[in-house]
């Protein structure tokens, strides 16, 4: 189905962008004053990196992990599309608005800001809502059981970070922090 092809392109090109953004944009951050250790680190990266090769890999993936579980339609196919450019969009508009104090990594920056304008006022963890919005279009265009699988893995391998940052950030803004949990979610407006 052609309409497929250019769905897959499309997701391919929101994932090389969201890359290509992140790496230029990470030379424009604030020094750092704390920052968690490598094993620390480990603990999200890695599940974040098996569920990025088993929501690309599926097709090549041993059964049952290949084993096609979403339809191949038109519908199907626009929907990723539309989810992946607005979860591109939204991740882009999250690192913007975050802007010197974002970081890849669980840190403190020196003079560091609580963010809650753009789309931090929607959720707390917006580039992770952005980013788990790709993966749900990426699996669901490709169909296959691993991409599914990988999704899970995407979604508590952030889960377990943003737990962490966000100690971080109630220790270092106590009052506003407590405040900011209280009217906004985590990663799903109005919802998570």
């Known amino acids: 189905m052609q309409i497929y092809s250019v769905a897959i392109e499309v997701i391919r090109g929101c994932w090389l962008t969201f890359v290509i953004v992140w790496l230029l944009a990470a030379l424009w951050t604030k020094r750092s004053v704390y920052r968690e250790s490598g094993s620390q680190r480990l603990r999200y990266t890695l599940p974040i ?3 990025y090769f088993l929501l690309t890999n599926g097709g090549r993936m041993p059964y049952p ?8 339609t038109a519908i199907v196919a626009w929907a990723g599309m539309i989810l992946s450019v607005a979860g591109l969009g939204f991740a882009i508009w999250a690192r913007v608005v975050i802007g010197r104090n974002w970081s890849g990594t669980i840190t403190l920056k020196e003079d ?4 809650e304008r753009g789309p931090y006022r929607l959720v707390r963890h917006p580039i992770y809502t952005g980013i788990l919005s790709m993966s749900v279009a990426t699996a669901i265009v490709l169909g296959h ?7 899970v893995i995407v979604f508590a391998g952030f889960w377990s ?4 940052e ?11 922090y407590g405040a900011y949990r209280q009217r906004v979610k985590r990663l799903i407006p109005f919802v998570l």
């Open 49 to 51: 990196l098996a569920a």
């Open 65 to 72: 992990l290949n084993l096609r579980v979403g339809p191949h």
């Open 112 to 115: 560091h800001q609580l963010i």
């Open 145 to 151: 059981l691993a991409g599914f699988i990988g999704v």
């Open 161 to 164: 970070k943003l737990i962490r």
């Open 166 to 176: 966000e100690k971080v950030m109630l220790n270092q803004f106590p009052d506003k």
